[in-house]
């Protein structure tokens, strides 16, 4: 009960403290809010990437077979299929038609793909968000393109996917099956990939070294793979965006080591005061360290904040080009907000920690005055 | 290396740490051989309050290492994604060779850090700081183990490659397989396991009850705590996460964090390691009060540290039962 | 009650401005009794001071208290002894500004955790002793030069210390104050306090309230009364 009303009493006048110097406080409590949200800003929308890379994925069918020609990726012939199939553990496997299709009038690539889940009329396409926003067609207009051998295909716009997939669904251009071949030239009996789903998860990896193995002139890329790498690259990207900013951090402590050492006169006499009185020296760095944690605090719950404000609903606008990638058809999304524990404690000890060993001397400093300085 | 930010964070709050202690060692020789409370002079004064900033900046690397403990599993824990055949934190942890020392190592500062606040604290309330050479020579002794564990955990790290398959927990943890670590552990009979569990908790508490009543037998805790702590780690092992997973061969101590069981991890292993860590501290305080000047602080202090630790313990057991009886899982035919 | 014996005091030591201070002091300081210092500035009486209010520790010699030997206690058992056997009344007051009167009185107490409501109603008593009450909640830079003091005196005795001591009390005083702060000093005389003050002033050290007077210079006492 004695300590509790102790440390009751220390944050009292502490809080009184931070009140009296207002101007310093906030000079500080603001450059240190900034550096957290920043911080903050760059963790939260990496980790929101990668958690809807996660989620986009999710439905994905967990093996992908590509034919490789000489090391590089060639169209795959449909008894392959077959020799899937035949393969213990195969759910099912289907042939995938897909490409790019450059569009000289927006000078952007489209990725050109027959859907499996729905049929396309022929003759007609239904596009993705970014290709509409980019030629400005709607429903109803009509689009042209050279095929392989120079004739004009012409495609009516049927439709426009949703804008909330746009992450994923931008750039496409969904046409039938027989324009794709006929566009691109490419004959019955051929697929451009072809995508596996396994029954017992735990077996993917057992499944792909058999069709591997049936199938010599083909290579396997597993969807857990595919996601590995997409954290990686994630990862990597936010780490060295964060070194980078371990600059911003170092001048921080910098600033803050100044901050502290620099006590006006005001303050040495306070402190000379209260260890007069009868504060030791563990009092007085108790009490600073309690200014300390108030501001801390304070800036870490302010930062996040403003992080959280600035990536979830201002669209991350600072640094959105670095963390994304570079592209001409810039899908314009909104981030699911999600708030991870691990990404907090991090952050924690990337601002809070550097913060609080920057004040530890200059707090040290100014507690170890001798009690009788202010009879001198 | 991995770019990941919890990696960084942790070489950073390591990195620092080290740094900190290390520029107190010559300190702690300083103190050893000029330490001399009787004189006025100067010197003497400048030793005294020169110990302040020392304790301070250790007080804070204590706590900053027990937070990186637990940033370090859970991180762990997280990458487990990164690593094929890696499911939870033990995968990632054997990704690499250094992994596992590196987390004993970092037990091994959370409990030695622990022990030297205890003896810090104890130091203080004496009017002639009994304890101030036993400090800083313990301070001598616990500045390389937290370099060892800032430079093997630096060694994990850098060794960590995203696409090494490695083994997952489930190969670790069953009764067959080559690993070094707890594999005997797992294979523990579950009967032998539980008894064991509770005849040492049984064992701790009693000690802890001896001390509230005596607080010179502190020692008996100690001992008894650090019996307890080794035996509650091989029962939850061995028995209790196999209760919380109701898989009779899943028996990694990392998944019982996870969200998808409700962290109850957290709610053993908080009042398992605080328990034991009191437990430990009251033996400190009762060894201290040997000294004239801790007549009256020493057995006051070493009497709380085991009401803390009773009840750790007593949480402890409670928690682990719960956890067994509302398991659908039966391991023992007698149990209805 | 309190004695010191052969304390010595020295400033920068071991460098080129080393200063002694007091240079050897032998003393007795009766309890109950109100003592005046007196001596030119640099005599030494107010590091004298500093050494019997447990300010500072002697850097050789030694002080004892009611018979424990205090002079190698470190900082905080000295601080802990300090807090609860001495009050201080320092020359220029030495109140926190932007502080109220009330809180000025209550700070020597936070530290040792006892309950707050039970401290503030001991502070306002103090106050109102002092004939401060009605300016409790005045911020301390308005106050007057006698109504600080006063506030100081109410710091000083917060923690119902056994003795008190004043620095240089009446020099920032007129004569009327003076005498008025004398009476305070009967008052706590007649509490049974000790009270220990150093002054250049004739006034203080004549005043019939003072028991003995202890004369200093250069570090040394040349005349005890």
């Given at each position: 009960m004695k300590?509790?009303?102790r440390?009751?009493?220390?944050?009292?006048?502490?809080?009184?403290?931070?009140?009296?110097?207002?101007?310093?406080t906030?000079?500080?409590?603001?450059?240190?809010t900034l550096?957290?949200?920043?911080?903050?800003?760059v963790?939260?929308?990496?980790?929101?990437?990668?958690?809807?890379?996660a989620?986009?994925?999710a439905?994905?069918?967990?093996v992908?077979?590509q034919r490789?020609?000489?090391g590089?990726?060639?169209?795959?012939?449909?008894?392959?299929?077959?020799?899937?199939?035949?393969?213990?553990?195969?759910?099912?496997?289907?042939?995938?038609?897909w490409?790019?299709?450059?569009?000289?009038?927006?000078?952007?690539?489209?990725?050109?793909m027959?859907?499996?889940d729905?049929?396309?009329?022929p003759?007609?396409a239904v596009v993705?968000?970014?290709?509409?926003?980019?030629?400005?067609v709607?429903?109803g207009?009509?689009?042209?393109?050279?095929a392989?051998?120079?004739?004009l295909?012409?495609?009516r716009?049927?439709?426009?996917?949703?804008?909330e997939?746009?992450?994923?669904t931008?750039?496409?251009?969904?046409?039938?099956?027989?324009?794709y071949?006929?566009?691109?030239?490419?004959p019955?009996?051929?697929?451009?990939?072809?995508?596996?789903t396994v029954?017992?998860?735990?077996?993917?990896?057992?499944?792909a070294?058999?069709i591997?193995?049936?199938?010599?002139?083909?290579?396997?890329?597993?969807?857990?793979?595919?996601?590995?790498t997409?954290e990686?690259?994630?990862?990597?990207?936010?780490g060295?965006?964060?070194?980078?900013?371990?600059?911003?951090?170092?001048?921080f402590?910098i600033?803050?080591?100044e901050?502290?050492?620099?006590?006006?006169?005001?303050?040495r006499?306070e402190?000379?005061?209260l260890?007069?009185?009868?504060?030791?020296?563990?009092?007085?760095?108790?009490?600073?360290?309690f200014?300390?944690m108030?501001v801390?605090?304070g800036a870490?719950?302010?930062?996040?904040?403003?992080?959280?404000?600035?990536v979830?609903?201002?669209?991350a606008?600072?640094?959105?080009?670095?963390?994304?990638g570079?592209?001409?058809?810039?899908?314009?999304f909104h981030?699911t907000p999600?708030v991870?524990e691990?990404q907090?404690a991090?952050?924690?000890f990337?601002t809070?920690f550097?913060?609080?060993l920057?004040?530890?001397?200059?707090?040290?400093?100014?507690?170890?005055v001798?009690?009788?300085?202010?009879?001198? | 290396m991995?770019?990941q930010?919890?990696?960084i964070?942790l070489?950073?709050?390591s990195?620092l740490?080290?740094?900190?202690?290390?520029?107190?060692?010559?300190?702690?020789?300083?103190?050893?051989l000029?330490?001399?409370?009787?004189?006025?002079?100067?010197?003497?004064?400048r030793l005294?309050?020169?110990?302040?900033?020392v304790?301070?900046?250790?007080?804070i690397?204590?706590a900053?290492?027990?937070?990186?403990?637990?940033?370090f599993?859970?991180n762990?824990?997280?990458?487990?994604?990164?690593?094929t055949?890696a499911?939870?934190?033990?995968?990632?942890l054997?990704v690499?060779?250094?992994?596992?020392?590196?987390?004993?190592?970092?037990?091994?500062?959370f409990f030695?850090?622990?022990?030297?606040?205890?003896?810090?604290?104890?130091?203080?309330?004496?009017w002639?700081?009994?304890?101030?050479?036993?400090?800083?020579?313990?301070?001598?002794?616990l500045?390389?183990v937290?370099?060892?564990?800032?430079l093997?955990?630096?060694?994990?790290f850098?060794?960590?490659?995203?696409?090494?398959?490695?083994s997952?927990?489930s190969?670790?943890?069953?009764g067959?397989?080559?690993?070094?670590?707890?594999?005997?552990?797992a294979?523990?009979p579950?009967?032998l396991?539980?008894?064991?569990?509770?005849?040492s908790?049984?064992?701790?508490?009693g000690?802890?009850?001896?001390?509230?009543w005596?607080?010179r037998?502190?020692?008996?805790?100690?001992l008894?705590?650090?019996a307890?702590f080794?035996m509650?780690m091989a029962?939850?092992?061995?028995t209790?996460?196999v209760?919380?997973?109701?898989?009779p061969?899943?028996?990694?101590?990392f998944?019982i964090?996870?969200?998808?069981?409700?962290?109850?991890?957290y709610?053993?292993?908080?009042?398992?390691?605080?328990?034991?860590?009191c437990?430990?501290g009251?033996?400190?305080?009762a060894?201290?009060?040997?000294?004239?000047?801790?007549?009256e602080?020493?057995?006051?202090?070493a009497?709380i540290?085991?009401?803390?630790s009773?009840?750790?313990?007593?949480?402890?057991?409670?928690?682990?039962?719960?956890?067994?009886?509302?398991?659908?899982?039966?391991?023992?035919?007698?149990?209805p | 009650m309190?004695?010191?014996?052969g304390?010595?005091?020295?400033?920068?030591?071991g460098?080129?401005?080393?200063?002694?201070?007091?240079?050897g002091?032998?003393?007795?300081?009766?309890?109950g009794?109100?003592?005046v210092f007196?001596?030119?500035?640099?005599?030494g009486?107010?590091t004298?001071?500093?050494?019997v209010?447990c300010?500072?520790?002697?850097t050789?010699?030694?002080?004892r208290?009611h018979?424990?030997?205090i002079?190698?206690l470190?900082?905080?058992?000295l601080t802990?002894?300090?807090?609860s056997?001495f009050g201080f009344v320092?020359?220029?007051?030495?109140?926190?500004k932007?502080?109220?009167?009330l809180?000025?009185?209550?700070?020597?107490?936070?530290?040792?955790?006892?309950?707050?409501g039970?401290?503030?109603k001991?502070a306002?008593?103090?106050?109102?002793?002092?004939?401060?009450?009605?300016?409790a909640?005045?911020?301390a830079?308005?106050?007057?030069?006698?109504?600080?003091?006063?506030?100081?005196?109410a710091?000083?005795?917060?923690?119902?210390?056994?003795?008190?001591?004043?620095?240089?009390?009446?020099?920032?005083?007129?004569?009327?104050?003076?005498?008025?702060f004398?009476?305070?000093?009967?008052?706590?005389?007649?509490?049974?306090?000790?009270?220990?003050?150093?002054?250049?002033?004739?006034l203080?050290?004549?005043a019939?309230?003072v028991?003995?007077?202890?004369?200093?210079r250069?570090?040394v006492v040349?005349?005890?009364?």
């Amino acid at each position: 009960m004695k300590w509790l009303n102790r440390q009751r009493a220390l944050l009292d006048f502490a809080l009184s403290s931070l009140r009296r110097r207002l101007g310093k406080t906030l000079g500080l409590a603001l450059v240190y809010t900034l550096v957290v949200a920043v911080l903050a800003s760059v963790m939260l929308f990496a980790h929101a990437l990668r958690r809807e890379a996660a989620l986009v994925l999710a439905g994905t069918p967990e093996v992908l077979v590509q034919r490789l020609v000489a090391g590089r990726h060639d169209l795959i012939p449909a008894d392959h299929l077959d020799a899937i199939r035949g393969v213990r553990g195969v759910k099912s496997a289907e042939g995938r038609l897909w490409g790019y299709l450059f569009d000289p009038a927006a000078a952007a690539n489209y990725t050109l793909m027959v859907p499996t889940d729905r049929t396309i009329e022929p003759g007609s396409a239904v596009v993705g968000s970014g290709v509409a926003d980019a030629r400005g067609v709607a429903p109803g207009d009509l689009m042209s393109f050279r095929a392989h051998d120079g004739k004009l295909v012409q495609f009516r716009i049927q439709g426009v996917v949703s804008k909330e997939s746009a992450l994923v669904t931008a750039d496409l251009f969904l046409v039938s099956e027989g324009d794709y071949r006929r566009l691109f030239g490419i004959p019955e009996g051929r697929f451009t990939d072809i995508v596996v789903t396994v029954r017992n998860p735990r077996e993917v990896r057992t499944v792909a070294e058999k069709i591997d193995a049936a199938l010599p002139d083909t290579r396997i890329i597993l969807r857990d793979e595919i996601l590995r790498t997409y954290e990686s690259v994630f990862d990597w990207r936010e780490g060295i965006v964060l070194l980078l900013l371990s600059a911003a951090i170092l001048a921080f402590g910098i600033f803050a080591w100044e901050k502290a050492s620099g006590l006006s006169a005001e303050e040495r006499r306070e402190i000379g005061i209260l260890k007069a009185v009868g504060w030791e020296t563990s009092d007085v760095i108790r009490l600073k360290a309690f200014e300390g944690m108030v501001v801390s605090l304070g800036a870490f719950l302010g930062g996040y904040l403003l992080a959280y404000l600035h990536v979830f609903h201002w669209g991350a606008a600072l640094f959105e080009p670095v963390l994304k990638g570079w592209a001409v058809l810039y899908p314009d999304f909104h981030l699911t907000p999600f708030v991870d524990e691990l990404q907090v404690a991090t952050l924690f000890f990337f601002t809070v920690f550097p913060y609080t060993l920057a004040n530890v001397v200059p707090i040290w400093r100014a507690a170890t005055v001798d009690p009788d300085q202010v009879m001198r | 290396m991995l770019f990941q930010p919890a990696i960084i964070a942790l070489l950073l709050a390591s990195g620092l740490a080290a740094l900190m202690i290390a520029a107190s060692v010559p300190f702690a020789c300083r103190v050893l051989l000029r330490w001399n409370l009787a004189s006025g002079s100067e010197d003497q004064l400048r030793l005294e309050r020169r110990t302040y900033l020392v304790v301070t900046l250790l007080k804070i690397v204590m706590a900053a290492e027990a937070a990186a403990l637990v940033l370090f599993v859970f991180n762990a824990d997280r990458m487990a994604s990164l690593f094929t055949g890696a499911m939870c934190a033990v995968g990632t942890l054997k990704v690499d060779s250094w992994g596992f020392p590196a987390l004993y190592l970092k037990l091994a500062v959370f409990f030695l850090a622990g022990m030297w606040l205890v003896l810090d604290a104890v130091d203080n309330k004496g009017w002639d700081y009994p304890l101030i050479r036993v400090k800083y020579g313990a301070l001598l002794a616990l500045a390389p183990v937290l370099v060892a564990a800032t430079l093997v955990q630096a060694a994990y790290f850098l060794g960590l490659r995203a696409d090494v398959i490695t083994s997952c927990c489930s190969t670790l943890f069953s009764g067959g397989g080559v690993t070094v670590t707890s594999n005997s552990v797992a294979a523990l009979p579950h009967g032998l396991a539980l008894s064991l569990l509770a005849g040492s908790l049984a064992v701790a508490l009693g000690a802890g009850v001896l001390v509230l009543w005596r607080p010179r037998l502190g020692w008996l805790l100690a001992l008894a705590s650090a019996a307890a702590f080794f035996m509650g780690m091989a029962a939850i092992i061995s028995t209790i996460s196999v209760y919380v997973y109701e898989l009779p061969h899943h028996h990694c101590p990392f998944c019982i964090l996870k969200r998808e069981y409700g962290h109850v991890g957290y709610a053993l292993y908080v009042p398992l390691f605080t328990a034991t860590l009191c437990g430990l501290g009251s033996g400190i305080a009762a060894w201290a009060a040997r000294r004239p000047s801790l007549a009256e602080a020493g057995p006051k202090t070493a009497r709380i540290l085991a009401g803390w630790s009773l009840l750790g313990f007593a949480l402890f057991g409670v928690i682990s039962l719960w956890l067994i009886v509302r398991s659908s899982l039966i391991l023992f035919e007698a149990v209805p | 009650m309190i004695h010191l014996s052969g304390v010595k005091k020295a400033f920068n030591q071991g460098r080129a401005n080393e200063f002694w201070a007091l240079k050897g002091i032998d003393l007795e300081v009766p309890a109950g009794k109100v003592t005046v210092f007196r001596g030119p500035s640099g005599s030494g009486k107010t590091t004298l001071l500093t050494m019997v209010g447990c300010l500072a520790r002697p850097t050789s010699g030694r002080v004892r208290l009611h018979d424990r030997d205090i002079s190698a206690l470190p900082e905080r058992f000295l601080t802990d002894i300090r807090r609860s056997t001495f009050g201080f009344v320092f020359q220029n007051f030495n109140l926190l500004k932007g502080v109220t009167a009330l809180e000025n009185v209550m700070i020597p107490a936070y530290p040792l955790g006892g309950d707050h409501g039970a401290l503030r109603k001991r502070a306002q008593d103090l106050l109102e002793r002092l004939e401060m009450g009605p300016k409790a909640h005045s911020l301390a830079e308005w106050l007057s030069g006698g109504e600080a003091q006063r506030v100081a005196i109410a710091r000083a005795l917060v923690n119902d210390p056994q003795v008190v001591i004043a620095d240089e009390p009446t020099a920032n005083l007129d004569s009327d104050r003076s005498a008025q702060f004398l009476d305070i000093v009967a008052e706590m005389k007649g509490d049974g306090r000790t009270v220990l003050m150093t002054s250049h002033d004739p006034l203080v050290a004549e005043a019939g309230v003072v028991d003995h007077v202890v004369t200093m210079r250069d570090g040394v006492v040349v005349e005890q009364r």
